[in-house]
């Protein structure tokens, strides 16, 4: 049609009026020539306005089809999502209720149907303006889910705890029903969800139509003034002058392409490497962290990978492989745990380094890497380095047709860097975990294999002392070596009892009720001859009217026996040891002091902690005393703390329940046990 045109119009004489350039003035025009000039100046005029309105109301009209979408579809998606969202939990709750009896998944329960009630009024508000079809998918959601709601409380699910063998029966006959709300609140979302990509279809269909006829209108309205370029050498600048905006412009959506793509890139690379990073820490294994992180390198990023990794001896040892191609996969793994021979000079320089680089397929690193001949392309070799150790390295193939340049070497030391750190975190956490079996192991030597020797020595000793053919001086040795014996065997239980705690457990009771002044009193006489014989005055006196506590007698005994034989430890000759208990708020405050030398400020938070030990106290205990005896008092539900001033001495505090609450302490200690 263009062409047709330019013809026509070049077979007809142009006459262009003369225009005096100092006057601006027009003088006399051919009126045969006027039509020649004004038709092309109309066309342009009028293509001009439509290139103004056409988009003005294709834009209205995709601006209403998008608040149709923001205002109402949107929206009832939302509400139908939350709706079948708000269907999934309400059967969890029903059967955590069930199970538990715990009122508070009832509650959830109701809920979880009043946010449902919320969006069903949402919706119905919205009904009007939607679809005839998706008004029936509405009108279907609100009927099943009444319905499934009628059944519930026809059922009983939340009015009380049913039998087990009743609720499941019930359970499973209301469960079409509640798979049918499911179904009409998912066909709902779906119905929804296609109205919009039905809308954002016509929106893109209308938006491609606008620019097509902004293109024929533009391409048109260059017809037309390439037809009136006779008008002189002004029209001829105006046309240079838009072909360089053009350019300008062309030049400028080049850049923002190119920009918008190296920002998509980057968006992309973040996205991976957060989710890399989560990969790599799922798992606290090993081998696990190394292999995971091959298959986010192979397919993701490169052709075939290999991670090698520094062994105890300093030398490395092949980790993990992965490649694309499954037979090639497969003849990789053969080499994993093995040494690599003939490491290439670069793979060194680089690990001394610790720079990540870009290398070519003839530094011998692709035959190290995969077995197979070089060929063309590149490989990132990048070292894994943490805590300023090298860990080893990781070698990527890069794909066919796409090698690596040195904008990839940041990405992949990034990688690298959360690799790094996952690896040895996971290495140091089976060293731990080896410490602890080690640890177990020898708890477990401890506890049984020396048991049974120090059982035999002190029923051979009991035998003895109980011999009236010894002599004095024989019997004397015989109690040393009784008392030596009864020392090892609560060393053993001390150990045992720590363990028990480090290992997150609480010390086994067995609760009854215990007179306090009777404690007391059993205490004293424990340790009056210990105390005599250090000239240390003990006192024992409970306030009047402390009431019973419900405790394992034995254990409140042994937490005495741990503080006052503290005490004792560090008392001088002529000091003081005070033994006392009084109620305090709805509690029995157990006090132990003492007039010794005191604990300084810096160490008052370690003396709870197993093992540990004040320089004077060494050679006096293994550390296990104290540890011990918080955890027994947090068995009971009771705290612990210790004050003291350096130079005048410490008070150890502990509190246990009375008698009520302490049965309250033990029964929720007990729960929270078994729950974990």
């Known amino acids: 049609m263009v062409s047709a045109l330019l013809a026509f119009l070049e077979s007809v004489p142009m006459k262009v009026p003369f ?33 103004v309105v056409l988009p003005l109301v294709v834009s209205r009209h995709t601006s209403k089809m998008r608040d149709e979408i923001n205002q109402v579809a949107e929206p009832a998606r939302r509400a139908a999502n939350q709706i079948q969202i708000d269907l999934f939990g309400e059967l969890d709750k029903i059967i955590a209720y069930q199970v538990t009896g715990e009122i508070q998944y009832r509650d959830d329960y109701f809920a979880y149907v009043a946010e449902q009630d919320q969006n069903r009024r949402a919706l119905a508000r919205l009904a009007p303006k939607l679809d005839e079809e998706l008004k029936g998918n509405l009108d279907a959601l609100f009927a099943q889910a009444e319905r499934w709601h009628q059944t519930v409380r026809g059922s009983e699910f939340v009015s009380r705890q049913l ?96 920009a918008r793509n190296d920002a998509e890139r980057e968006e992309r690379r973040a996205a991976f490497l957060a989710g890399a990073v989560q990969e790599l820490t799922a798992s606290l294994d090993y081998q696990e962290t190394i292999a995971a992180l091959a298959r986010l390198i192979v397919p993701n990023l490169a052709q075939a990978c290999t991670i090698d990794i520094v062994g105890g001896d300093g030398k490395l040892r092949r980790a993990a492989a992965a490649h694309r191609d499954p037979e090639r996969a497969a003849k990789l793994a053969a080499d994993i745990g093995k040494q690599p021979r003939d490491i ?83 290495r140091l956490y089976a060293e731990s975990q080896q410490a602890v079996r080690a640890r177990e192991e020898v708890l477990a030597i401890v506890s049984h294999d020396l048991r049974n020797p120090l059982n035999a020595i002190t029923l051979a000793s009991s035998l003895l002392q109980t011999s009236e053919g010894i002599s004095a001086e024989d019997r004397e040795q015989i109690d040393t070596i009784a008392v030596a014996a009864k020392r090892m065997s609560r060393l053993i239980e001390d150990l045992l009892d720590v363990t028990r705690l480090e290992g997150g457990k609480q010390l086994p009771i067995e609760p009854s009720v215990v007179n306090v002044s009777s404690l007391l009193d059993e205490a004293f006489e424990l340790f009056k001859p210990q105390a005599a014989a250090s000239s240390v005055t003990l006192q024992c006196t409970p306030t009047k009217d402390v009431p019973p506590i419900h405790a394992d007698r034995h254990r409140v005994l042994q937490v005495l026996s741990n503080l006052i034989g503290n005490s004792l430890k560090f008392t001088p000759a002529g000091g003081v040891i005070k033994c006392s208990a009084e109620r305090h708020d709805g509690e029995v405050l157990f006090m132990i002091s003492d007039t010794g030398p005191g604990i300084p400020k810096q160490h008052l938070g370690d003396v709870f902690s197993p093992y540990w030990q004040a320089k004077r106290a060494e050679r006096l205990g293994a550390g296990l005393g104290l540890p011990i005896a918080k955890g027994i008092v947090e068995s009971h539900g009771g705290k612990i703390w210790v004050e003291s001033d350096e130079g005048k001495g410490t008070q150890f505090y502990f509190t246990l329940p009375v008698e009520e609450e302490a049965r309250e302490a033990v029964i929720s200690s007990a729960e929270s046990r078994a729950r974990r």
């Open 19 to 51: 225009i005096n350039r100092e006057r601006r003035s027009v003088l006399r025009v051919d009126p045969d020539s006027t039509w020649t000039t004004v038709l092309p100046v109309t066309f342009i005029i009028v293509s001009l306005l439509s290139l």
């Open 163 to 258: 039998p087990q063998e009743v609720f499941l029966a019930r359970l499973f006959e209301s469960h079409p029903a509640y798979d049918r709300a499911l179904k009409s609140a998912s066909d709902l979302e779906i119905a929804l969800h296609a109205a919009i990509e039905q809308r954002l279809t016509q929106i893109r269909k209308a938006e491609s139509l606008n620019v097509s006829l902004t293109i024929i209108l533009t391409l048109l309205a260059l017809t037309s003034a390439m037809l009136v370029a006779g008008l002189g050498r002004q029209m001829r600048l105006l046309a240079a002058e838009a072909e360089r905006r053009r350019m300008d412009a062309e030049r400028e959506a080049e850049e923002a392409t190119t």
């Open 344 to 426: 290439p000079d670069i793979l060194i320089k680089i690990m001394e380094e610790r720079q990540a680089r870009v290398v070519g397929s003839s530094s011998g690193m692709h035959e190290y890497a995969t077995g197979a001949p070089a060929k063309t392309g590149t490989m990132v070799v990048v070292p894994l380095v943490s805590r300023g150790q090298n860990l080893g390295v990781i070698i990527a193939v890069a794909p066919e047709g796409k090698p690596f340049t040195q904008d990839d070497v940041p990405f992949f030391a990034e990688l690298a860097r959360h690799a790094s750190l996952a690896i040895d975190n996971a």
